[in-house]
């Protein structure tokens, strides 16, 4: 069974940092592609990263281009986001996710909250 | 960026209903694109891929199709654990994107 679990969401004050982690299993994560998506509070589905199962290449949605670091360590099997300056408009629940031809797999989620 | 067109963003239904959810792609994106169900406080749960391929344990009351630029999600018989938000999803290129969003309500 494909499992994804992240973790290291949580409170954090405008202008902090947060690092995200996300655990793999179930499937081959070294040849696996990765996403992380976000969700705001009452609002819809955002692409936020992806990285190539090779760590390349690596994009990001233009409003978090230059503040969040997507990263993997395929040893691990896990996927991170390394987010800095971070600003009240991403509150929102994290996801990371596989998403390939055929299959399509989303973790629980973790809540991160930019609240002073 | 390649930008989603979900309709209608909300739909007020009946059990027993047949419901159509229609989601057009600002460019074309072949047959890659996925249909999600969502419920309060709970990640998104995949229904369809590849256009019109049921993921499997996904009842066959959902249906899919389409390609390019039109696509359309259809609950044949509407159930009461139907009742949440939909969302299509391109995957043609590495940014995805998303519609956004429909609310099946009673």
């Known amino acids: 069974e494909v499992q994804l679990v992240e973790s290291g969401g949580g409170l954090v004050q405008p202008g902090g940092s947060l690092r995200l982690s996300c655990v793999a299993s179930?499937?081959?994560?070294?040849?696996?592609?990765m996403h992380w998506v976000r969700q705001a509070p009452g609002k819809g589905l955002e692409w936020v990263s992806y990285?190539?199962?090779?760590?390349?290449?690596?994009y990001y949605a233009a409003s978090v281009k230059g503040r969040f670091t997507i990263s993997r360590d395929n040893a691990k099997n896990s996927l991170y986001l390394l987010m800095n300056s971070l600003r009240a408009e991403d509150t929102a629940v994290y996801y990371c996710?596989?998403?390939?031809?055929?299959?399509?797999?989303w973790g629980q989620g973790t809540l991160v909250t930019v609240s002073s | 960026d390649i930008q989603m067109t979900q309709s209608p963003s909300t739909l007020s239904a009946s059990v027993g209903d047949r419901v159509t959810i229609t989601c057009r792609a600002s460019q074309s994106i072949g047959s890659w694109l996925a249909w999600y169900q969502q419920k309060p406080g709970k990640a998104p749960k995949f229904l369809i891929y590849k256009a019109s391929s049921l993921e499997s344990g996904v009842p066959s009351r959902f249906s899919g199709s389409g390609s390019g630029t039109e696509f359309t999600l259809t609950i044949s018989s509407l159930q009461p654990d139907d009742f949440a938000t939909y969302y299509c999803q391109q995957y043609d290129t590495y940014s995805l994107t998303f519609g956004g969003g429909t609310k099946v309500e009673i």
């Open positions: 996710a596989r998403i390939g031809r055929l299959e399509h797999n």
């Open positions: 990285i190539g199962s090779s760590s390349s290449p690596i």
């Open positions: 179930g499937f081959n994560f070294r040849t696996n592609s």
